[in-house]
């Protein structure tokens, strides 16, 4: 018999360990392999940075749902498994985060992001990829325009900048006929509500008498402030996000203005009344839910929420919830978990009871909600009215 060289022998066993070695790669080293038990979703969000209580509180909020669905058995049988990236309020990063969810975990849905910026980052690999995406609370409408498989599960800045110009028109509080706006200019959610904001109080005879800029950030708001001051508005509109908010209601208290400022979901944050304090009070902001809401959907919310995670939610917790569980009664009815049939059934949204309010998802994927004025008081903020869509 002949027997090969030594050497070649060894050689070629060693390719065939290579073979094993690529095969396994191919199915386990690019992609996390399945376990046929469970059902893995993303979700990518601001954990560290000036927003860090966006993502923090949509995560606590998405992990109660989870927890709830999981208590009852899963879906189908499989249990859910969430996977959470922390994008730190980065454009890049929330791509480089969906992108390592879609292709390396393998999930079937990814719920994320808060900021409407980063959503816009997140999205476009989603819709690339086939991987239905819901945002619990994006607002800017360019975000469902990315593709078919792009959702939200909260009402849009079309709608939300009518509510602000209305609120600020037309309330007893504030009867405003000359607005200021300040924004910030390199955000898209900023930059969108200021002008659904200009044109709906246009439109209901108001004035807007200074516009101003910023950049998400800035220490120094005096400039923009005092030039504000000069044109004596009745009301500030700063649509912004809630570090940059709190600094300059400091800022406008210090150069001696008492004039109210008004703000949109952007402000929905713990450390807004922590930073802000008293310089806010008098101060409006629009929102997706009320903690002082007195209905069981609500309260029983609260009430779960808070055993676990031993806080009050804000809106973006209440919003994480809904989305989540959104998404888990669409697994259970759909098709297959294959990102078609997920959408398919996502679509179909309808009167779902959500903490948030009744949520039906329309032919462009958006949901068309309510929305609740709150006054900030001490730090705090406070239930004012609710403003229902086409009032
Ligand atoms: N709507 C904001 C955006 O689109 C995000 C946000 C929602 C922030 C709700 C706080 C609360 O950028």
């Known amino acids: 018999m002949h027997h090969p060289p030594p050497a ?54 998405i992990k109660l749902a989870v927890e709830e669905i999981n208590a009852i058995g899963g879906i189908n049988g499989k249990k859910i498994r969430l996977i959470t990236y922390d994008d730190k309020g980065d454009a890049r990063e929330a791509g480089t985060a969906v992108t390592r969810l879609v292709t390396k ?19 476009p690999v989603c819709q690339e990829n086939g991987v239905p995406m819901i945002s619990p609370s994006s607002t800017n409408p360019k975000v469902t325009k990315v593709g078919d498989l792009i959702f939200r599960v909260c009402f849009i800045d079309p709608f939300q900048g009518s509510v602000c110009a209305k609120f600020a028109r037309e ?20 930059v969108g509500l200021q002008e659904e904001f200009e044109k709906a109080f246009a439109a209901l005879g108001g004035t807007v008498v200074s516009k101003q800029t910023y950049q998400a950030g800035d220490q120094d708001f005096s400039a923009q402030l005092t030039a504000i001051r000069g ?34 979901d952007g402000w929905d944050s713990s450390k807004l009344g922590e930073i802000g304090g008293k310089a806010l009070d008098g101060c409006f902001y629009s929102n997706h ?46 098709k ?50 609710t403003i229902q869509p086409g009032e």
Not at 348 to 372: E, H, L, Q
């Open 8 to 61: 070649f022998f060894s050689r070629s066993a060693h390719m065939v360990w290579l073979g094993v070695f690529l095969a396994i790669c191919s199915s386990g080293c690019n992609g996390t392999k399945a376990d046929p038990t469970e059902i893995v979703i993303g979700h990518y969000g601001s954990m560290t940075g000036s927003e860090a209580t966006f993502g923090e509180s949509t995560d606590n909020g």
């Open 289 to 334: 839910y009320s903690h002082q809401d007195p209905s069981d959907r609500v309260q029983d919310f609260i009430k779960k929420y808070n055993a676990k995670h031993k806080q009050t939610p804000d809106g973006l917790a209440a919003l994480g919830y809904d989305a989540a569980r959104i998404l888990f009664q669409s697994m259970q009815s759909a």
């Open 231 to 264: 044109a004596e508005p009745d009301v500030i509109f700063v649509p912004g996000y809630y570090t940059d908010v709190g600094n300059i209601a400091l800022q406008a208290k210090k150069l001696g203005i008492n004039t109210a400022l008004l703000g949109g």
């Open 105 to 123: 975990d393998r999930v079937v849905a990814v719920i994320g992001e808060v900021a409407s910026g980063l959503s816009l980052a997140g999205a």
């Open 171 to 190: 309330s007893e509080k504030l009867k405003a006929s000359k607005a200021a706006i300040l924004t910030d200019q390199a955000s898209p959610y900023s």
């Open 336 to 385: 297959s978990l294959g990102g078609a049939d997920l959408a398919a059934e996502l679509a179909k949204t309808k009167n779902f009871d959500g903490v948030t309010g009744r949520i039906s998802i329309d032919a462009d994927r958006n949901a068309v909600k309510p929305a609740v004025i709150l006054e900030m008081k001490d730090g705090e903020p406070h239930f004012v009215t």
